[in-house]
C-alpha cells in the first residue's frame, strides 16, 4: 500500500502562488504515477497534473503554463507550484497515486480558496 499525506493549501488573492506537497511512503516501489485531482463545489473530481515514474509530465489545459509539477525522489515527495492563480482554482486538491497494480490511492485533501 501507499501512504499520501498532503500540504500546502491555503488562501490566497488572484495572482497569487502556492505550492503543493505530497508525500508518500510504504511501497514506493509501485508507483506508476503521482499528480493531483481536484474537486470544486458542485463539480466533478478533476485531474490537474501528474508525472509519471518516467517522468512523463501530464496537464490539464485550464492548468498549463501555470502550474508545474516535480519530485523529489530522495523525499519521495512530489510538488505542485501554482501560479497565476484564479478564483476558478479554489477546489479541494488531493494527490493520487496510481500503482503499477492499477490501484488508486489518495490523500486526504488540502483545500486551496483563492479570492478575487
Known amino acids: 500500500q501507499v501512504q499520501l499525506v498532503g500540504s500546502g493549501g491555503g488562501l490566497v488573492q488572484a495572482g497569487g502562488s502556492l505550492r503543493l506537497s505530497c508525500a508518500a511512503s510504504g511501497s514506493i516501489f509501485s508507483i506508476n504515477a503521482i499528480g493531483w485531482y481536484r474537486q470544486a463545489p458542485g463539480k466533478q473530481r478533476e485531474l490537474v497534473a501528474s508525472?509519471?515514474?518516467?517522468?512523463?509530465?501530464n496537464y490539464a489545459d485550464f492548468v498549463k503554463g501555470r502550474f508545474t509539477i516535480s519530485g523529489d525522489n530522495a523525499k519521495n515527495t512530489a510538488y505542485l507550484q501554482m501560479n497565476s492563480l484564479e478564483p476558478e482554482d479554489t477546489a479541494v486538491y488531493y494527490c493520487?497515486?496510481?500503482?503499477?497494480?492499477?490501484?488508486?490511492?489518495w490523500g486526504q485533501g488540502t483545500q486551496v480558496t483563492v479570492s478575487s
Open positions: 493520487h497515486v496510481d500503482s503499477i497494480q492499477g490501484i488508486d490511492y
Open positions: 508525472v509519471n515514474r518516467r517522468g512523463r509530465r
